[in-house]
């Protein structure tokens, strides 16, 4: 009986104890869950044969952070992202295994809309592109980039001819070409993340394109019903409601982030979230 | 020579090492449900883990089961009795490092078919962008085994002059970290860094780089998670440099023992 006591007290004890360790485990803050990593060449040293293993639980160790960032988001909770520190974990992982694709792609997810450090990300592209010189994501990936934040066309022109060679798909001798120029911003960015979403098995990164993909979406039924009430009418519209009322846009827009849709003084569809959640709160406020 | 072969390799089986590393091996089932938490190489993470866990393993046998082999029967005394047995000292040394070595190939066998299934299970769960070539598969795992093996040789090395299991077991460690790094210190050398430090450390981590065993060589795991072709003439030029160098090692190991004082 004694020892039953005092096995049931040592498990309570241990359940008192680990319960609150949990949590504060959970609630680290993310920095100190990123931690410190060393630089790649003290890391490609001391992890021996183990390198590639390194690189790929690095890589793990940041899109489980950006998961729960992801997560936190979407419940409303403002927790600014620790970007700098993700994209350093990400640049090791690929030094010490520069054939790994999760570092490149999940690098080209955060660097550019979320981040906006377009150099950054097509300059990791770049050097990925020397190692993986099968693979025409790469070049598919800073092509965008340069098209549509940097607008730099004869420099996508050049990554989409690489991809275009490395495939052999028109629809990338095509955005090499003048499609470019003729396609809007909108319809470039949903090609891309149609591809982009075809290829993704990881749920957070998936979930994250998928919202971004019907805002694009919507924002391209705007324009698309923009301009054919500039063909009927020879003018452009005052506002979107104005779209409704005609019954040129059919259904009422709805901006999965939560904002609202607007034509700005240019003419050109907009959202009060600019595409994320803290967008959306903050235009709220 | 034979006979100690035989026997050393009966009591790795008898001490249930073999149970032990099924036991470990329990774990490459699990490897294709925790690849699948890549986003865009989940038969390639497959690969990365399963070359983690075979390496691990091997390089745990070799340390602890070459490490206390002639140590352990040194300290027990059984080798004070090979003295009346019509064999040499080295014949002795060369069949037990022989058991350990053929155990590690044994043992490569298995957790390499392990691992070729686990690899194509990923594989048709989640189809590679490139496909899987085999081949590099099978030569990457025989090439590990071959660097612990030669591993395994430096164990019998340090035990011929050691009078504790410290030499053995943590001399054979620094060797393994030495021999993973020296290719990346060589290459250091010779880049525009390298080439700023005094003359003398460059000869010097010149000197070391000769002498120390190239592990690096035995690593095709790029070759073998990437599809990379395999080039034919290092193969070939590794699996010289691997004769040469367990020659060398096992002929310091066999003069050494055979001056040694057993009491």
Known sequence: MKKLVLVGLVLLLYVSVVVPFTAYMQNKPFVEKLGYVPSAATLRTTSLDQQYLVSSTLIMKVLFYYGSLFEAQKNHIDIPPNYDGMVDVIETAVKLDPYNMDGYYFAQAILTWDNRRIERANALLEYGMKYRDWDFYLPFFAGFNAAYFLKDYPTAAKYYQRAADLTGYALFSKLAGRYMYEAGKTELAIVYLKTMLASTHDETIRQSFQLRLAALEETRRAEVARDLFIAEQGRHPKSLAELEQTGTLDFPLVDPYGGKFFLDETGQVRTTSKFSFAGAKKSRQ | MWQVFRANLKGIFRDRVFLGILVAATIFPLIPS??????????????????????????????????????????????????????????????????????????????????????????????????????????????????????????????????????????????????????????????????????????????????????????LNVNAIYALDVPLNGIGLTLLYFIVYLVIILSCASFLFARRELN
């Open chain 2, 34 to 219: 925790v690849s699948s938490l890549s986003m865009r190489q989940v038969t390639e993470l497959s690969i990365t883990l399963s070359f983690s866990l075979l390496t691990f393993i091997l390089l745990l046998l070799a340390i602890f089961l070459g490490g206390t082999s002639l140590w352990k029967d040194i300290e027990r005394r059984y080798t004070f009795s090979i003295a009346g047995l019509p064999l040499t000292r080295g014949q002795y040394l060369l069949g037990k490092f022989a058991a350990i070595a053929v155990f590690l190939l044994l043992v490569s066998l298995v957790l390499g078919l392990l691992l070729l299934m686990t690899v194509y299970v990923t594989s048709i769960l989640h189809p590679p962008i490139r496909p899987v070539v085999w081949g590099n598969l099978v030569l990457a795992v025989l090439f590990h085994c071959l660097k612990y093996i030669l591993l395994v040789s430096f164990t019998f090395l340090f035990s011929t002059v050691s009078t504790s299991f410290f030499l053995p077991i943590f001399g054979t460690i620094a060797v393994f970290f030495v021999g993973t790094a020296s290719q990346q210190v060589f290459d250091f050398l010779q880049s525009p860094s390298g080439q700023k430090l005094p003359v003398l450390l460059q000869q010097i981590a010149t000197g070391l780089y000769y002498i120390v065993p190239n592990f690096t060589a035995f690593d």
